[in-house]
């Protein structure tokens, strides 16, 4: 499926680029069922690509992944001042030495629950830690006055997937950029590399279950127009008698 990703109307080729890259780094990464441009259950957001992974006759972690090729598409409705830009370097400052210090004090910080090594994230929200817990809340406050990416912050309060990626062009990334929570992946000679590891959250198996199925509808709905195939044409085939 990922060798036909055209640009859709309005969208440029750059943005479609992402998608497929995207889209094929999912598939390397273990997760089979992978769709482009899907509605998401629970919210009105449709996921450039989301994507499930099947695992052990049941299913596994779920992961969606946004592309971002301009920094207006980025910053979209973005009114940011330079106090809450200097505020913001100096809690990312703060929060990356809170880190390496409880990375010293937690070395098993590792919560174990995704199939891949590279996607054990170190929770450090689950310790419990009041300054963190505080600078993340900030960091989070900022993040949303600047950049107003509150689409971000509401896929994962929906719960929406287990994991959740942004996927930049190379010019485009920024530590700063990337939302709490969020990994990032980010283009470069022609494929992506993961830069910045997502966090696993948890949900229920019925919200894996209807990103699936949200999955399959795409991907019929994609592999109708590739064929094509029309609604008379269903409407046709229902009118033959069955075997």
């Not at 596994?60 to 973005?78: M, P, W």
């Not at 600078?135 to 406050?141: D, I, M, N, V």
Request: with cysteine.
């Amino acid at each position: 499926m990922a060798a036909g990703v055209t640009s859709t109307k309005g969208e440029t080729q750059g943005h479609a680029r992402l998608k497929r890259l995207a889209f094929l780094w999912a598939q390397a990464q273990g997760f089979s069922a992978c769709a482009i441009e899907v509605r998401l259950p629970r919210c009105r957001y449709r996921a450039d690509v989301a994507a499930c992974r099947w695992q052990r006759n049941q299913i596994g972690s779920t992961a969606i992944f946004e592309c971002k090729q301009a920094v207006a598409d980025l910053r979209r409705d973005n009114c940011h001042s330079e106090a809450a830009r200097r505020r913001l370097d100096v809690i990312c400052e703060r929060r990356q030495f809170l880190e390496t210090r409880l990375r010293a004090h937690y070395p098993n910080l590792r919560n174990g629950d995704s199939l891949f090594p590279e996607f054990d994230a170190q929770n450090f929200i689950t310790i419990g830690h009041r300054g963190y817990a505080r600078l993340s809340r900030e960091l989070l406050a900022l993040q949303n006055r600047l950049y107003d990416c509150t689409k971000f912050e509401k896929l994962i309060r929906y719960r929406c997937a287990n994991l959740f990626f942004l996927v930049l062009a190379e010019q485009l990334f920024h530590e700063l950029e990337v939302p709490v929570g969020w990994g990032a992946l980010v283009e470069s000679n022609g494929a992506l590399t993961l830069v910045r590891k997502a966090i696993w959250h948890e949900i229920p198996e019925e919200n894996r279950i209807r990103l699936l199925y949200r999955i399959a509808i795409a991907g019929r709905r994609f592999l109708s127009r590739q064929l094509p195939i029309t609604f008379t044409d269903i409407l046709n085939t229902r009118g033959r008698p069955s075997l």
